[in-house]
């Protein structure tokens, strides 16, 4: 213990276990947690649900290119470059 590391090690080792052990942003009155999980939840769902509506949206699309000819690479051009065109 006299030596200045192992005093320092020490002092440090009690800090930490004397920590709060909760990790940062917890909550912790469970009531507000349950609260916060029911609206995670609920946001959850609303974005599963765009990202659904989102990815049929895609496949119309998808099928729309390929009907009408539109190539991997026409529709890979940036938008600056499809303006300059028009």
Same mark, same amino acid.
């Given at each position: 213990?006299?030596? $200045?590391?192992v005093d320092?090690a ?9 920590? $709060?052990?909760e ?10 947690a349950n ?35 539109l ?6 051009? $940036?938008?600056s470059?499809?303006?300059k065109?028009?």
């Amino acid at each position: 213990m006299k030596l $200045p590391a192992v005093d320092m090690a020490m002092k440090n080792r009690k800090a930490a276990l004397k920590a $709060p052990m909760e990790k940062p942003g917890w909550i912790s009155d469970i009531h507000k947690a349950n609260k916060r999980i029911e609206e995670l939840t609920e946001t959850n769902q609303k974005l599963k649900a765009i990202n659904q509506k989102l990815v049929e949206r895609f496949l119309i699309w998808q099928a729309n290119a390929d009907m009408h000819g539109l190539t991997q690479s026409m529709l890979d051009q $940036p938008v600056s470059q499809l303006r300059k065109r028009t």
